[in-house]
């Protein structure tokens, strides 16, 4: 009895051990900088423009055509919280950017006059996110979303297919009104906007000059839109695509020739990568699975798969904490595929912010979307490549 | 046929027992596996088996069949010693604090080589009929369980030299330390050490400003000491904690609860600052200083389970850990963290694009009268001052056990690393508060007279075997508060009170250094500017400097002098910064090191 129980320890001990090396491993293909080039713009990624013409064909439209007037009257909507019921929030108070994106000495500025910005403000203004950094987002009377929703960035959201964390929303003029009117967001009807608008001089000038009817709230979303268009950004990927080939790190284009090969462009691609379709999460589920490989084996520790464990965990339907029971489109588990331009300055992650480390988010696709565990190298190496799909915004001079 | 299983498996515990020996120093990836084996190897085997056959075979020939077998006796006196023994190890260890592990370790190590002894005795016939087999069931039996240590990239821990790349799991958390190390834990859980980055809000601001003005590749250089992690991960920036939508309060929760929390919720989370692991991993230091020490914390000995984040695996590893404590105690504490060179390597900064030093804290302490190697009995270190436990303003050194049931120590160095910065440890707990001003108090001396109408008072540095003040001493305020009254109880002269603001009233006495860039403007907060050194009234050790107050003409003796050498951590003008972002937080108190009052005829 006690023969047969040890050996047969030592076989499954050994099973373990070896089963690395019998597990066939797929081929990767080694791409130089050109091939990966051709790989990436192949498969609909492509680099943001920094020519105007080039920026009007992608995003100017007949309805709406974008001018330099229109631009400057969208952004003084878009710093003025006159568009909020108490008039404390405006689309920038939760889609934080500064005025001036090229100030270099925002923060000085900030921290030697006090007073002028909220706290968390006065040191993530600089990030140029286009986000709160916060888990949810925080509308008018200091309310938060009652689906503890995150608020992703409006930086090149202008290009997405789809917008909001359920993609019910598929025109960037189709998502103000609804920020405007939303009660946990802005909470301010059409007609209340229009009269306080109307109220001001100056903007009922703007208008005039701009719109043939003045103040409409029609024309108020038209002139935000046409400002959320322009806040697009270029990065060290773009540069890359239009045949820089260093301006990404070595480390940054083996991330990126894991992200196309590993499948993580399935998902996130296109100009935005990202925001192009809506999918599940999570597609696999580990909610029963024993799993005891690696139990002596340095390689997996740190997982939590492969580290020795019997789930006894209750049933979780994400990986992280579910606050706010958000499910996506029809309660599916549907999302929007975020965008991941600056994703590096949109902490935290997930529909509900509930992941604070890019790299445990890395870890969590992988594992979840795509059945991987990650190396820790593979990690290091996709999130080099997301640090290079930072941007600053672009300045076109057409419109200053 | 059972009797040989009994064989084998005492056979198996004394194998597997015997390579733990010091002797054999075997490789500590097998170790740490072989060590686990025997342990819960030997528990299951005699329970299961062993027991239920000593029950049986006793009874048989002793009860039933009346057998009369010195060996037996001896054997079963000599197994009752082992149980005893081993059971003691497990349940309690051998920490150092008892006689009694020791004592076991001891029994339980010497008296297994008699049991197998007494079992060749006790079965003399049998041994040599089935000796063989027994012999070459042994070398079957354990011939696998070298074939999967073998391989040691798979069990082994250790990383190639330089290891290029670290995971937060590598940076074990502070808070797993807490469990053994109790007192320690607790004392470094609200000391500066333990919040010099992310929850340090005049660090956080400094360090936002240094990226904005040098670069952010800059703040590497603040990082290396601050928050040595995080430069590890490559990270660029320190970060924050977030808890929901709110920071939780980095600045008046005692006892780093939001540490424990967070490693309870998210154990591979990086913990960011000086943790447990970036000092005690620390196996070279020179005293250069800008964080030149080397770390090593992938090629470490860690004991089975050591680093996981499972109850029942972390019970396991403080079970093998306490049986035999020694390369525990090896891998975390080096005699090296006795030398100030070791702290030299932090405390000392220079800049690193003109080579400019701005603090200099360890040279200081050289050419200081502290450092005297050649008498031991002057000689003091920095953690003979810095990490002695002071009690009613004198250096009481703390007696009893730093771990649970660890061995009692006459000198435990206390980790509250007391020093200048009383302030933002006494947010969080008076007694590192205290800790800090009782030895801010020993540091100097002041002596009075008065000389044809002119006050002169002494201040002599005393106590600190470093100048006064060191440090960042931009942002450090020393000052002498003097008023004089006459007779009537009419003031008749005062220096450095503070205005409304808080600031320090225009030409008091202050003590510090005043770095200027290269036009010979100050530096303000921007101190990896300095190129030229504008002001330097700071103290060395062991001197004594005087300042000459001239009192107004005919006044009316005796005259009242009370002089007060103040200090405050922060200038008020650099709290006011950094409120911008933190407005939770409150104004330094000024703390008052010495007090002299004198009657004048």
Avoid at chain 2, 390 to 413: A, H, M, N, V, W
Avoid at chain 2, 417 to 438: D, V
Avoid at chain 2, 485 to 490: I, P
Wanted: overall charge positive; glycine content about 6%.
């Amino acid at each position: 009895m006690l023969r047969l129980s040890l050996l047969a320890i030592i076989i499954v001990v050994v099973w373990i051990e070896i089963l690395p090396y019998l597990i066939p491993k797929k081929t990767k293909q080694i791409y130089n900088d050109t091939m990966l080039r051709e790989t990436a713009l192949s498969r609909g990624m492509a680099p943001i423009p920094q020519e105007y013409d080039k920026f009007l064909k992608l995003l100017d439209s007949k309805n709406n055509p974008i001018t330099k007037e229109k631009v400057a009257l969208g952004k003084e909507l878009y710093f003025d919280t006159v568009l909020s019921k108490d008039k404390t929030r405006s689309c920038s108070s939760c889609h934080m950017l500064g005025k001036n994106p090229h100030n270099k000495m925002q923060f000085l500025e900030d921290i030697s006059h006090p007073g002028t910005k909220t706290d968390c403000m006065v040191c993530h203004i600089k990030d140029e996110s286009g986000s709160d950094r916060l888990s949810t987002a925080i509308g008018v009377d200091e309310q938060t979303n009652p689906n503890h929703l995150n608020t992703p960035t409006i930086l090149n959201s202008a290009l997405a297919k789809y917008r909001m964390w359920d993609g019910t929303v598929t025109t960037s003029l189709g998502v103000i009104a609804p920020m405007i009117h939303g009660k946990y967001t802005m909470n301010l009807s059409s007609e209340k906007a229009e009269k306080r608008l109307k109220n001001s001089r100056v903007y009922t000038r703007e208008f005039k000059k701009i719109f043939k009817d003045g103040v409409t709230f029609e024309n108020i979303a038209k002139a935000l839109d046409v400002y959320q268009k322009t806040l697009l950004t270029r990065s060290a990927y773009d540069r890359f695509l239009e045949g820089d080939n260093s301006a990404m790190s070595e480390e940054a284009k083996k991330g990126f020739s894991d992200f196309i090969q590993l499948g993580c462009k399935g998902c996130h691609t296109g100009i935005t990568v990202g925001g192009q379709t809506i999918q599940k999460f999570p597609t696999r589920n580990y909610n029963h699975i024993i799993d005891v490989t690696g139990i002596f084996s340095r390689k997996y520790i740190g997982r939590e798969t492969a580290a020795f464990d019997f789930n006894f965990k209750q049933y979780q339907r994400f990986p992280f904490e579910n606050k706010g029971g958000f499910l996506g489109k029809n309660n599916q588990q549907l999302f929007r595929v975020p965008i991941l331009r600056n994703v590096t300055k949109t902490s935290p992650y997930f529909h509900n912010g509930a992941v604070f480390d890019l790299r445990e988010a890395v870890h969590i696709m992988g594992k979840y979307q795509l059945s991987m565990e990650l190396t820790e190298k593979q990690i290091d190496e996709i999130v080099a490549f997301l640090h290079s799909l930072d941007g600053e915004i672009v300045e076109y001079k057409e419109l200053k | 046929m059972k009797i040989l299983y009994i064989n084998l498996d005492i056979l198996f515990m004394f194998v597997s027992g015997i390579l733990l020996m010091d002797y054999f120093s075997i490789a500590w990836s097998y170790f740490r596996v072989i060590e686990f084996l025997h342990i819960f190897g030997s528990i299951t085997v005699t329970i299961l088996f062993v027991l239920p056959f000593l029950y049986k075979h006793i009874k048989e020939s002793k009860i039933i069949m009346k057998h009369k077998s010195m060996s037996g006796l001896m054997l079963g006196f000599v197994l009752f010693l082992l149980l005893l023994s081993g059971t003691y190890l497990f349940i309690i260890g051998n920490r150092g604090g008892d006689i009694y592990g020791a004592l076991s370790y001891y029994i339980h190590l010497y008296i297994s080589f008699v049991l197998i002894l007494a079992l060749v005795v006790h079965q003399k016939k049998f041994f040599f009929s089935r000796g063989f087999a027994t012999f070459t069931s042994v070398i079957v039996l354990f011939l696998p369980s070298y074939s999967y240590s073998k391989s040691t990239k798979l069990t082994n821990i250790v990383f190639t030299d330089g290891a290029k790349y670290h995971h937060s799991i590598d940076w074990t958390n502070s808070a797993t330390c807490k469990e053994c190390h109790p007192k320690i834990f607790k004392q470094w859980a609200d000391s500066n050490h333990r919040h010099l980055a992310d929850s340090n809000p005049y660090y956080m601001v400094l360090e936002n400003l240094a990226g904005m003005d040098k670069g952010e590749k800059f703040r590497e250089w603040c990082m290396g000491c601050h928050n040595p992690s995080a430069v590890s991960m490559h990270q660029e920036r320190t970060t924050h904690f977030m808890k929901d939508n709110v920071m939780p309060e980095p600045l008046f929760v005692k006892g780093s609860k939001n540490l424990i929390n967070e490693y309870k919720a998210h154990p591979n989370r990086l913990e960011q600052g000086v943790s447990c692991i970036a000092c005690h991993r620390i196996t070279d230091a020179k005293p250069a200083g800008n964080s030149s020490y080397a770390l090593n914390l992938t090629k470490r000995k860690k004991y089975l389970y050591e680093d996981s984040t499972a109850e029942m695996k972390v019970w396991i590893s403080h079970k093998l850990i306490n049986a035999k404590p020694k390369m525990h105690k090896s891998e975390y504490m080096k005699p090296l963290y006795k030398k100030s060179e070791y702290c030299a390597s932090c405390h000392n900064e220079f800049l690193p694009h003109s080579g400019r030093q701005v603090v200099a804290t360890y040279e200081q302490w050289k050419k200081s009268p502290f450092n005297n190697p050649k008498k031991p009995k002057e000689h003091k270190d920095c953690i003979d001052c810095h990490m002695t436990h002071l009690e009613k303003g004198k250096f009481s050194p703390l007696q009893g056990s730093s771990t649970l049931g660890g061995k009692y120590k006459k000198d435990i160095k206390v980790h509250y690393f007391a020093g200048g910065n009383y302030f933002l440890a006494g947010l969080k707990n008076k007694e590192n508060e205290s800790q800090s001003i009782q030895l801010l108090k020993t540091s100097a001396k002041l002596d009075s007279k008065i000389d044809k109408g002119v006050l002169l008072v002494g201040v002599k540095n005393v106590g600190a075997g470093h100048k006064l003040p060191t440090g960042a001493a931009d942002f450090r305020e020393l000052w002498l508060d003097i008023t004089v009254t006459d007779s009537n109880g009419k003031t008749v002269f005062s220096s450095g009170k503070l205005d409304k603001k808080g600031d320090i009233e225009k030409n008091s006495i202050i003590y510090n250094k005043i770095f200027g860039d290269k036009n010979g403007k100050p530096v303000g907060l921007f101190f990896w500017r300095y190129e030229k050194l504008l002001k330097d009234t700071r103290i060395p050790a062991g001197k004594r400097v005087v300042e000459r107050f001239t009192l107004p003409e005919n006044l009316e003796y005796p005259l009242h002098v009370d002089i007060k050498l103040n200090f405050r951590i922060y200038p008020q003008w650099v709290t006011n910064i950094v409120k911008a972002a933190y407005p939770q937080l409150t104004d330094p108190p000024v703390i008052t090191i010495k007090e002299l009052e004198k009657q004048f005829d």
